[in-house]
């Protein structure tokens, strides 16, 4: 781990609060896991006698062992009892590492055994990512010694988190179990997701034949059973068990967007009147990710969330600070944070309509015109920027500048006369589409993008969807190649404002890779398909295709400095 990453880690909790003493005891032991594996937990905590409130989470992740040590020993140093728990099969924890599969045990046993400590006073649960999982899973029946939680980066809806309106995250989950298969491996990623059928991609390629990562490939509808039930059904219902405030971090450019979202609404009325959610202009990492405009303020989380965990913790454990509660949402374009007692609504939505002439215009054209491109799905269009990219290079995850590329016959492209007022979105975007294809079935994606004055163009917000997928979710009847469809696509929630001079730009594609996978143009289950066909895909103004935008008039006051 680079020791710069450890330098800034201190830096930012220092930023906080500063310690209280140098003096530090630490510990390893083997905790009882739900079927007696010995699990690796470390423990730090100030030398002096007594209990102290405690600050814990549990990590898959063993390569982040010197960034847990430091955390833990940072957050001793300023009081706290604080450490962490290896899951099992990782690191010197024993047993067999199945993911998603053993944390609500395993963190109740790691629970009763903290409360069993002599020096253990009110306890706060904290992780990012999987780590926030695992205290998802905790939720219900929570011991009285647990007074709070802060989860970063972690939402409680794994269907939204893995696919898009049946259309599968590569970049995120693809990488992510190959990363963690166990095996010997062959190929690189994002070639591998090239492999037919994609199924066997793990037994093939990877070295092990994942059982877990299939699931995730075959089901491929959100009321599938295996998403509304089991592991993935209690972790949906979690938010609306909890009984202890909670601090909810989420960023406009990570993947866990609407999950964290989801879980906040989903919070009991009494326990959101007092818990925290912080949405800034960050990718999974807790890195800002928006080129051109200026953010300042916006590292007030710190590396991983840690300087908002002690910020949260010291006000729920100790006392210390401003109590912080409601939303606060970093404006892109405005570059400030805003404070909301909930999350607010759009106040209209302005409709703009796409034209024959391939413009958004605020009139409504009533004649109808085809426009079409070509979709190869053997040649995919390769995305710079998107929300809910993981394993890309950091410079192509978020808000980024497009590259100069000819694109001619692959895509549409609508743009709008330039803004001669400031534009401020607040919510989702949503676009309807009459379109028809060629094929059996397919995808029809769209981009928004900002145009601004000098020609530099920058993507703000995604979405896209398979005709399959949309027509059953609607009780329509199966899609028939040619004929006229209407699609009705919903972006994620954004908080932007446009500059004067900017223009608006509205892409739609049918590849968005490697956000998602390819659709292959045929009607079998994507990860089963072993052979891809071209399609024409049609879009037809003049019948109701539109972009509608949420926007905000006014805002909240500027959230408080010190945050």
């Not at 007692?341 to 054209?365: D, F, G, N």
């Not at 954004?494 to 045929?522: C, D, K």
């Not at 990860?527 to 926007?551: D, F, H, N, Y």
Request: with cysteine; aromatic share 12%.
């Amino acid at each position: 781990m680079a020791d710069n990453i450890l330098s800034e880690i201190t830096a930012s909790l220092e930023a906080v609060r500063r310690r209280e003493t140098f003096d530090i005891y630490e510990e390893s032991v083997l905790v009882s896991g739900k079927d007696g594996s010995g699990l690796y937990t470390k423990v730090f905590r100030p030398e002096k006698c007594g209990n102290f409130p405690v600050l814990f989470q549990r990590s898959c992740y063993e390569e982040q062992q010197p960034v847990l040590d430091r955390i833990s020993m940072e957050l001793a140093a300023r009081g706290y009892a604080a450490g962490y728990q290896f899951c099992r099969g990782v690191g010197k924890s024993q047993g067999k590492w199945e993911p998603f599969v053993h944390e609500r045990e395993d963190g109740r046993m790691l629970i009763k055994w903290l409360t069993d400590q002599p020096w253990c006073g009110d306890i706060g649960l904290f992780g990012l990512s999987y780590l926030g999982f695992a205290l998802w899973m905790l939720a219900e029946d929570l011991p009285k010694k647990v007074k709070t939680m802060a989860i970063s980066h972690a939402g409680s809806d794994r269907y939204d988190a893995m696919y898009r309106n049946g259309m599968f995250r590569h970049d995120v989950y693809t990488e992510w179990a190959r990363r963690n298969a166990g095996g010997k491996m062959q190929g690189s990623y994002p070639d591998c997701c090239n492999y037919k059928p994609f199924i066997s991609v793990s037994k093939d390629l990877w070295g092990n034949d994942l059982s877990w990562f299939r699931d995730w490939c075959i089901h491929c509808r959100k009321d599938d059973a295996y998403w509304t039930e089991g592991t993935w059904g209690q972790l949906y219902v979690a938010p609306e068990k909890i009984q202890v405030p909670v601090c909810l971090t989420g960023g406009w450019y990570d993947h866990h967007l609407s999950g964290i979202l989801g879980a906040y609404n989903r919070l009991p009325e009494k326990v959101r009147e007092n818990s925290l959610l912080l949405v800034g202009p960050w990718n999974h990492d807790l890195k800002p990710c928006v080129d051109a405009y200026d953010l300042p303020d916006a590292e007030i989380a710190g590396p991983q969330a840690y300087a908002q965990v002690l910020r949260w913790m010291d006000m729920q454990l100790k006392g210390i600070g401003k109590k912080e509660k409601g939303v606060m949402l970093y404006e892109i374009g405005g570059g400030q944070w805003l404070h909301y007692a909930s999350m607010p609504e759009p106040e209209h939505r302005e409709v703009y309509y796409l034209t024959s002439e391939r413009k958004l215009s605020r009139i409504w054209e009533p004649t109808e015109q085809c426009l079409t491109y070509r979709y190869d799905p053997a040649f995919p269009l390769k995305l710079t920027g998107g929300e809910s990219l993981l394993y890309t290079e950091e410079r192509s995850r978020g808000r980024r500048l497009q590259p100069e590329a000819a694109n001619e016959g692959q895509m549409l492209i609508f743009r709008s006369g330039i803004l001669e007022n400031s534009l401020r979105l607040g919510g989702k975007i949503r676009v309807h589409l009459t379109v028809k294809t060629t094929a059996e079935d397919t995808a029809f994606g769209i981009r928004l993008l900002e145009e601004k004055k000098n020609g530099e163009i920058f993507n703000i917000r995604g979405d896209i969807m398979s005709i399959s997928h949309s027509n059953m979710t609607n009780g329509k009847q199966a899609y028939r190649q040619g004929e006229e469809t209407v699609l009705e696509l919903e972006t994620w929630p954004v908080f932007w404002r446009f500059s004067v001079g900017s223009r608006l730009r509205l892409e739609i594609r049918s590849s968005m890779f490697p956000e998602y996978h390819q659709h292959a143009n045929t009607i079998e289950p994507w990860a089963l398909a072993e052979e891809m066909k071209t399609a024409e895909q049609t879009v037809i103004t003049g019948a109701g295709s539109r972009i509608e935008l949420p926007v905000l008039e006014g805002c909240e006051a500027p959230a408080s400095k010190n945050k």
